[in-house]
Structures are given as structure tokens and as C-alpha cells.
């Protein structure tokens, strides 16, 4: 379980309506509590979380900050399906990453401390990025797309030698921001 929780509820209906789950920490699967995988609202209470359209922490990743999101839409889902969560741990203000462009830790190497609307102005040469190396407290964000659009990849602490280590099909990443806890 993560060393990090705040409170999410997921709701079945829109507007916060029907049968609702309440979470404090790791969801691995929502349908072993008895929630089946349609969510259609949430209201993150505390923490920033990061949720999966599928259990035991599987594809389509989404970063919900505190606030209410009344449909899918508002966490840019393209459908109502949603299988587990877990809060993003954030112990502090430090934030360091090493992107590398080859599988395991090899090739050229880019250090990031900030957020990075496009990858490519950090003189990295390439749009595909293979390893990272993820140091201090604080958790990132990673985007298929420049100026943090696409598909989305939440890393916290620790070292992905391939970009499938963070659940990515391929290695297009092209910008990169921190999480901030502001709750």
C-alpha cells in the first residue's frame, strides 16, 4: 500500500448521483469491493491520485487533482471505464529526473528540475525517450505531446529502464511537468 493517502470518491451516475465508492489509499480493483468498472463523477476530497481504466493499475492513466469532476469528460476519458487508483505520493519540494534515450540508462542523457513544455528546447535530441531515472520526493508527469497534451504517464521515485516500466505503448514523450500538491 502506498506510503501516501488522501480521499477520492468515484461515483456511478454523473453529477455525483448513484452508487458510490469511497477510497483512503491503493484501489487495485474496484470490482473485488463491489463497484463495477463504470464511473462516471468523481470528487478528489484530498491528495492528487492517479487512476487506471483498468484494475490492478493497468492502461489509460488519468491525474485528478482536488475538485470535482462531474462526467468523464472533465478528466478528458473518452468513456465512463475506470478499474483502480492510488494516491500520488508527495512528501515534499524536490524534484529531479534524468531522461535517457536508450534503454537502460544508455545513450544521451537530459537532467530536468523544472517543468518542460517541450522536450526538445532542452537540447534532447530525439522525441522518444526509452529510460528515466526518477530522484527526490516529488512525483511527474509525462505527455505524449508538446505543451503537456496526450496521453499521459504519472512516475513517482525510482528507475524505468524501458518505457514499458511506466505503461507507455511507445516512447513518444515530448513534454514533462511536476506534481504539485496543492490540497
Same mark, same amino acid.
Given at each position: 500500500m502506498s506510503q501516501y493517502s488522501g480521499k477520492i470518491v468515484f461515483f456511478e451516475g454523473k453529477f455525483f448521483m448513484g452508487r458510490r465508492l469511497v477510497v483512503?489509499?491503493?484501489?487495485?480493483?474496484?470490482?473485488?469491493?463491489?463497484?463495477?468498472?463504470? $464511473?462516471?463523477?468523481?470528487? $478528489?476530497?484530498s491528495g492528487a491520485w492517479v487512476c487506471f481504466d483498468h484494475p490492478d493499475f493497468k492502461g489509460q492513466q488519468y491525474m485528478l487533482e482536488k475538485g470535482e469532476y462531474p462526467d468523464f469528460q472533465r478528466w478528458n +476519458?473518452?468513456?465512463?471505464?475506470?478499474?483502480?487508483?492510488?494516491?500520488?505520493?508527495?512528501?515534499?519540494?524536490?524534484?529531479?529526473?534524468?531522461?535517457?534515450?536508450?534503454?537502460?540508462?544508455?545513450?544521451?542523457?537530459?537532467e530536468l528540475c523544472e517543468d518542460c513544455p517541450f522536450l526538445q528546447s532542452t537540447g534532447f535530441?530525439?522525441?522518444?525517450?526509452? +529510460?528515466?531515472?526518477?530522484?527526490?520526493?516529488? +512525483?511527474? $508527469?509525462?505527455?505524449?505531446?508538446?505543451?503537456?497534451?496526450?496521453?499521459?504517464?504519472?512516475?513517482?521515485?525510482?528507475?524505468?529502464?524501458?518505457?514499458?516500466?511506466?505503461? +507507455?505503448?511507445?516512447?513518444?514523450i515530448?513534454?514533462?511537468c511536476r506534481v504539485i500538491n496543492s490540497s
Open positions: 483512503f489509499g491503493d484501489s487495485e480493483n474496484f470490482q473485488d469491493r463491489g463497484f463495477m468498472n463504470r $464511473v462516471n463523477s468523481i470528487r $478528489v476530497e +476519458a473518452h468513456n465512463d471505464h475506470m478499474g483502480s487508483c492510488k494516491p500520488i505520493k508527495m512528501h515534499g519540494q524536490h524534484y529531479r529526473m534524468e531522461l535517457f534515450e536508450s534503454q537502460n540508462f544508455t545513450g544521451q542523457c537530459v535530441s530525439k522525441n522518444s525517450l526509452n +529510460a528515466i531515472k526518477v530522484y527526490g520526493d516529488g +512525483a511527474w $508527469v509525462m505527455y505524449e505531446e508538446p505543451n503537456y497534451r496526450g496521453r499521459m504517464y504519472i512516475v513517482e521515485r525510482g528507475n524505468y529502464g524501458s518505457f514499458m516500466d511506466w505503461q +507507455a505503448e511507445n516512447p513518444n515530448q513534454s514533462i
